[in-house]
T-cell receptor
Framework: AQRVTQPEKLLSVFKGAPVELKCNYSYSGSPELFWYVQYSRQRLQLLLRHISRESIKGFTADLNKGETSFHLKKPFAQEEDSAMYYCALKETSGSRLTFGEGTQLTVNP | DTGVSQDPRHKITKRGQNVTFRCDPISEHNRLYWYRQTLGQGPEFLTYFQNEAQLEKSRLLSDRFSAERPKGSFSTLEIQRTEQGDSAMYLC????????????FGSGTQLSVL
């Protein structure tokens, strides 16, 4: 069965510092990977997806099939990036998302 | 359109009671999903609909849980004979299956079973 692991429940950085939120997955096929974010008192929302190879709010994520990872990176963290981040995997043939446990990012001033 | 709407926002019930939650998706969205989230965990898939057809159910969904989407618009999730372990945030999401699917989540219904 597919599994998504986010090894850090909490991550704290200072404003302007680089940030990397780790995500590892196990899945035998070719997955679609996503990052979802939940800001304080807001709904869970899509941040970015690997297939689009996009940069959203300065965040990027590269799918590394050899290491089965999809880490989220931003070179200069901002206070408004403080939120809960979830990595999610979608199977090739399915529609359900399998989420990791989430990483709470705090960017300190 | 204010996005995906869920009702109620909070529900407190006693063990053994039945509860029903409602989800109104974004109007043009043909897919509707139910997820459950407990404290410290990510959302867990429960079931999803494409239009009115329920296409997939998780093994997590015991026979006490039933979901419907009778006209392919709003959906209801009913839990019969609630147990304390059912206490969780129940999230609804909708999407439109064109191009790369993007889920839009509701604010959720927080269920507390006493």
């Amino acid at each position: 069965a597919q599994r998504v692991t986010q090894p850090e429940k909490l991550l704290s950085v200072f404003k302007g510092a680089p940030v990397e939120l780790k995500c590892n997955y196990s899945y035998s096929g070719s997955p679609e990977l996503f990052w979802y974010v939940q800001y304080s008192r807001q709904r869970l929302q899509l941040l970015l997806r690997h297939i689009s190879r996009e940069s959203i709010k300065g965040f990027t994520a590269d799918l590394n099939k050899g290491e089965t990872s999809f880490h989220l990176k931003k070179p200069f963290a901002q206070e408004e990036d403080s939120a809960m981040y979830y990595c999610a995997l979608k199977e090739t043939s399915g529609s359900r998302l399998t989420f990791g446990e989430g990483t709470q990012l705090t960017v300190n001033p | 359109d204010t996005g995906v709407s869920q009702d109620p926002r909070h529900k407190i019930t006693k063990r053994g009671q039945n509860v029903t939650f409602r989800c109104d998706p974004i109007s043009e969205h043909n897919r509707l999903y139910w997820y459950r989230q407990t404290l410290g965990q990510g959302p867990e898939f429960l079931t999803y609909f494409q239009n009115e057809a329920q296409l997939e159910k998780s093994r997590l969904l015991s026979d006490r849980f039933s979901a419907e989407r009778p006209k392919g618009s709003f959906s209801t999730l009913e839990i019969q004979r609630t147990e304390q372990g059912d206490s969780a945030m129940y999230l609804c999401a909708s999407s439109f299956t064109t191009g790369i699917e993007k889920l839009f989540f509701g604010s959720g219904t927080q269920l507390s079973v006493l």
